[in-house]
């Protein structure tokens, strides 16, 4: 069972159980707020990896035009079900199915969990390619240099490796890809509400 087919088998468990988390994660919001306020009216942005559409519907309420995407066929079904007149579409974020230099924004919440460290520079080229001049990206991931595997996601089968980064990498590959950090935020986890993990929130301009 690869990545697809677990989100594909997890898609209903894994929306009952986060399609309301950011309602438990302020810095979460106020940093989506802070991206939709420089990319609202400035054309599209992409939500890669949108899961059941969370992101995508705060972004969208915030007044941005947005089109979530995601490698799961299953997922997207969920998204377009709970979220209904929004844009979704199954895609690779390794491969987007969008032109070069047309996005005002792409939004990466935890989509990079599922690489390795040596296959960052590529996803954060694939980012830069679609970005315009001047865009934004926003990425978040757990910190750390640890794999956790389950079997088991909400209880439905799966097989699943997360990886945490170390921020460094990351910003690493940011750069190398033409993409300049700009914020940089890290937090301690919020207890009770999402795996006891540390975060970190790069915000990055294209140049």
Known sequence: MDVRESYDSAAEAYAEHLATELTHKPLDRHLLNRFAEDTRGRGLVADVGCGPGHVTRYLHEQGVTVVGIDLSAGMVAVARR???????????????????????????????????????????????????????????FHIGDQVVHVEDLFGARVSLSFRFHVPRDVIEAIRSANLEVIEHVEREPYEGAEYPSRRCYLLARAA
């Open 82 to 140: 709970l979220n209904p007149g929004l844009s979704f579409q199954v895609g690779d974020m390794r491969q987007l199915d969008l032109p070069d230099a047309t996005l005002a924004g792409v939004v990466a919440f935890y989509s990079i969990v599922h690489f390795e460290p040596a296959e960052l520079n590529a996803i954060m080229l694939e980012m830069r390619r679609t970005l315009a001049p001047g865009g934004l990206a926003l990425v978040s």
